[in-house]
C-alpha cells in the first residue's frame, strides 16, 4: 500500500543555498535520489514533498546541513553523504555536536575538526586517556588528528615537546636502494609526518622548534634506551612493528605524557611469518586502566569519496576471503568449548 504523499516547508535563505546544495544542485538531487522526495526552493522557502518519514528526515537533514553552512563551513560531498547515513540512523543531531568540536587552525587558518562520529570519539579520547590506541583503515585520519592535539597541547604548554616516530620498514624496497646517508634513507618513512606538522605549524616554526629540539621526527629504533617525559608521542604505522619493538616503546614514556599509537591492520608490510606489535598490544592491554582504543572504519574516510569506496570493497572482499569454520570447528563450539 502506498504511502500518501506530504508537503513539508523549510527555511532555506539565498545566501546558504549554493553550499547546501552545491553546484548545479548537485547535493540536492542526491538528497532526492537517496531519500525517494522533491525539493523546490523559491524565495528563501523550501518545499519537500515524499511520504511522511522521508519528508520528516528530509527536513531535519536540511536544518543540519543549513547549520554547518551558518557557522561558516565549505559543505562537500562528503559532508552530504554522511549527514545521509546519519539522519537514516535518526542520528542527525550529532552532526551540529561533531562541528562544534574545534581542535585548532592550520597555518592557512583553516580549523581542524572531527568530521564523523568516529573521528569525535577518537579526540574525545584523545583528552581522556593517557594513551590511546587509534586503529583503522586509510583516510579516517589517524594521524592528522593527533597531530593537532599534538600541536593543541605543545601551544598550550601542556607538553614540553612533540616526538614523532614509525618504524622504518619499507613497502617492498629496501633502505640499502636509495642514496644518502641514514637520515636521508629514513626520511621518505617520515614524510608523512613532516607533511602533516607543515600544514598544521607551517614549515618556519617546524623548522625552528626541530632546531631547538622540542620536535623530534625520528624512525622507531632510535627510541631505544630514552625515557620520554613531558612530551606528546605519536606513533604512526604501528601495524609494522613487532611486538619486541611495541613493548619497547609502550615502556619508554614517561611522567606528564600522552601517546597515540595509530595502525591499519589491513596494511602490514611485515614479513608474512611476523606477528604485528599493534595487534599483540590490542589483545594484551585491552583491560588496562588510562589507555584507550578507538577502532575508525570505512564510515570515517574523509579523503576522496572514491577512497570510501575502495575502503569498503577491500574490507567486503577480505571477509569473502575468509575461510568458513570446519564441520569439525563448528561441532566443538557447539559442545561448549
Do not use: W
Amino acid at each position: 500500500m502506498n504511502q500518501p504523499v506530504i508537503e513539508l516547508s523549510a527555511e532555506m535563505p539565498a545566501e546558504h543555498e549554493s553550499n547546501v546544495f552545491g553546484q548545479f544542485d548537485e547535493y540536492a538531487k542526491l538528497i532526492e535520489r537517496t531519500l525517494n522526495v522533491t525539493l523546490i526552493s523559491r524565495d528563501g522557502t523550501l518545499k519537500i514533498l515524499g511520504t511522511e518519514a522521508a519528508a520528516g528526515r528530509t527536513k531535519r537533514l536540511i536544518g543540519q546541513l543549513l547549520e554547518l553552512s551558518r557557522r561558516g563551513n565549505v559543505i562537500n560531498k562528503q559532508n552530504v553523504n554522511y549527514a545521509l547515513s546519519l539522519v537514516m540512523e535518526e542520528k542527525e543531531q550529532a552532526l551540529s555536536e561533531i562541528d562544534r568540536d574545534f581542535i585548532c587552525n592550520t597555518i592557512q587558518g583553516r580549523p581542524i575538526k572531527p568530521k564523523t562520529l568516529g573521528q569525535k570519539n577518537y579526540v574525545d579520547e584523545i583528552r581522556r586517556k593517557m594513551i590511546v590506541f587509534g586503529t583503522g583503515p586509510a583516510g579516517t585520519g589517524k594521524t592528522y588528528l593527533a597531530m593537532a592535539m599534538a600541536v593543541t597541547a605543545f601551544r598550550n604548554e601542556e607538553v614540553s615537546r612533540i616526538i614523532l616516530t614509525r618504524p622504518a620498514i619499507e613497502a617492498g624496497e629496501k633502505l640499502g636502494f636509495l642514496p644518502g646517508d641514514l637520515q636521508s634513507k629514513v626520511d621518505p618513512y617520515l614524510r608523512p609526518l613532516y607533511d602533516a606538522l607543515y600544514q598544521i605549524m607551517g614549515a618556519e616554526s617546524f623548522a625552528r622548534n626541530m632546531e631547538r629540539g622540542l620536535i623530534e621526527v625520528a624512525p622507531l629504533a632510535y627510541m631505544r634506551g630514552r625515557t620520554l617525559d613531558n612530551a606528546f608521542i605519536i606513533l604512526d604505522e604501528a601495524q609494522n612493528t613487532t611486538p619486541a619493538q611495541m613493548k619497547m616503546f609502550l615502556t619508554r614514556i614517561g611522567f606528564g605524557s600522552k601517546v597515540i599509537i595509530t595502525g591499519d591492520a589491513s596494511q602490514k608490510d611485515l614479513p608474512s611469518s611476523a606477528q604485528s606489535g599493534l595487534d599483540v598490544a590490542l589483545k594484551v592491554l585491552r583491560k588496562v586502566e588510562d589507555i584507550g582504543f578507538c577502532e575508525l572504519t570505512s564510515k570515517d574516510v574523509v579523503r576522496h569519496p572514491l577512497v570510501q569506496q575502495i575502503v569498503q570493497a577491500y574490507e567486503n572482499y577480505e571477509k569473502k576471503q575468509k575461510p568458513e569454520p570446519g564441520p569439525k570447528a563448528r561441532g566443538r563450539r557447539r559442545g561448549g568449548y
